[in-house]
């Protein structure tokens, strides 16, 4: 949906640190990009990395 004032939704990547909290990693705009540097992430950092929404809400999960 639209953002109030027209601004472009964020996607936030994040990752599971050795405590199992989510740490934030980064901001993108697009989510096929937060995607594909997800899953490129939990390969190389043996980590479990997820794809989060303005709401928090989900949108995508990897596992090294």
Do not use: C, M
Request: proline share 5%.
């Amino acid at each position: 949906g639209q953002n109030p004032g027209g601004s472009v939704t964020k996607f936030f990547i994040q990752y599971e640190d050795q405590h199992h909290y989510w740490r934030q990693w980064g901001t993108v705009h697009h989510p096929q990009q937060a995607v594909r540097t997800a899953k490129h992430q939990a390969r190389n950092t043996k980590r479990r990395w997820r794809v989060v929404n303005e709401d928090g809400a989900l949108l995508d999960l990897f596992s090294p």
